[in-house]
């Protein structure tokens, strides 16, 4: 059997509903990215508004507008472990 190995690299926008600059216009900013090849991942604690107000509507534009392609979490607190498993329920 002979054994191949294909990459595929593709550019990430990560969690884009936290910055401010494209809290205006993120989905048509995701669109483009998009558009270019790009794909976009959401921070799962900033539907919970842990990042805020504007990063917690940001992710439900992306959301409700089917732009994220990837929904993740990183942990760096007691406090984000507790909400990341309130919040999805311990499913992980």
């Known amino acids: ?6 990459r ?3 550019w990430l926008e990560a969690h ?7 809290a205006k216009d993120i989905v048509r900013y995701c669109e483009r990215f998009k558009e270019k090849g790009g794909k976009v991942q959401v921070n799962i ?7 805020g107000k504007e990063a917690m509507m940001g992710a439900r534009k992306l959301c409700d507008a089917a732009l994220a392609d ?3 979490g990183d ?4 406090q984000q472990e507790m909400l990341m498993e ?6 992980w």
């Open 1 to 6: 059997v002979e054994r191949k190995s294909v």
């Open 8 to 10: 595929t690299l593709f």
């Open 16 to 22: 884009p509903e936290r910055y401010p600059f494209y």
């Open 45 to 51: 604690l900033s539907f919970a508004g842990f990042y």
């Open 70 to 72: 990837y929904y993740a």
């Open 75 to 78: 942990i760096h607190s007691l």
């Open 86 to 91: 309130k919040y999805i329920g311990g499913a």
